[in-house]
């Protein structure tokens, strides 16, 4: 099993959705890092949700990847703001998987307190300038903000 985080402007999609939903497809990432890693997702692997753009910013709870990768339909949507015109049908360019709900914590977990916990060391999400919105998780990490800061 793997460990990920993805983010999310709560304005455009929040853990309350994802609840709401139940699962949802993770469309609309167009950076090539973040598409290969989730190209790399496993059904079952483990995510942490991340609100990102709010006060406080941080780890808004937990939601498991759902399904292997496969293309992102709103690259084919003209009307979508994520279409690419150089995608088709038959050679995409996008990927995305599907992601399902878990558990929401009580209270977000703010980035500055994951930054300044000696215990997350290390971590991608607290490092200047990691911006993906898909990013790997060391597994100690990811327990650890579960079990113990939540």
Not at 61 to 86: C, I, M, T, Y
Not at 136 to 141: G, I, R, S, T
Request: charge should be neutral.
């Amino acid at each position: 099993m793997n460990y990920w985080v993805l983010k999310s402007e709560p304005t455009a999609y929040s853990i309350d959705d994802l609840k709401r939903d139940k699962r949802t497809a993770w469309e609309g990432v167009r950076n090539y890092q973040a598409r290969n890693f989730m190209k790399d997702m496993a059904v079952g692997d483990l995510v942490l949700f991340y609100h990102s753009s709010t006060e406080p910013v941080g780890v808004a709870g937990v939601a498991k990847v759902a399904s292997l990768a496969h293309p992102d339909e709103s690259q084919f949507n003209k009307r979508d703001h994520h279409f690419d015109p150089k995608a088709t049908a038959e050679k995409p360019i996008w990927h995305c998987v599907d992601v399902s709900f878990v558990h929401k914590f009580k209270e977000p977990i703010p980035l500055g307190a994951i930054k300044a916990d000696p215990n997350l060391r290390g971590i991608l999400l607290a490092a200047q300038g990691s911006r993906l919105s898909v990013q790997p998780l060391a597994e100690k990490h990811f327990k650890y903000i579960v079990d113990e800061l939540a």
